[in-house]
């Protein structure tokens, strides 16, 4: 399916209004948008924000991510510049963005 910003109802920087409108094509459109070509690791990280979400009804911050992917894939992903390697313009902004959330609380 093809995507263009009118197809979805965001907010005025982009962010998924309605999470249920989320699919992982939905997810490549946002990347493409970002600047971001999504690889596996990408996914790891989206899937991994997206799980916190449903389980917390919150965005992990960074140190909960690094936490959490240190745990799930070992130390050489649970770092922080693993993290702003993948998502240069802030790791849970674009993560969430990407993975159809909302705008983390503590993001400016």
């Avoid at 093809?2 to 209004?17: Q, V, Y």
């Avoid at 449903?54 to 909960?64: G, Q, R």
């Avoid at 963005?97 to 609380?105: F, Q």
Wanted: with cysteine; charged share 25%.
């Amino acid at each position: 399916m093809s995507f263009t910003s009118n197809n979805l109802a965001r907010d005025d920087e982009g962010f998924l209004k309605n999470r249920e409108d989320w699919t992982e094509s939905v997810a490549k459109f946002i990347a493409l948008e970002e600047g971001i070509d999504l690889s596996d690791e990408h996914w790891e990280v989206v899937h991994l924000v997206r799980t916190f979400y449903i389980n917390f009804n919150t965005v992990p911050t960074v140190y909960i991510l690094v936490k959490a992917l240190s745990r799930k894939f070992g130390k050489d992903k649970g770092n922080s510049r693993y993290l702003f390697r993948l998502f240069p313009q802030g790791p849970t902004r674009q993560a969430a963005k990407i993975a159809g959330l909302p705008k983390p609380v503590r993001c400016l």
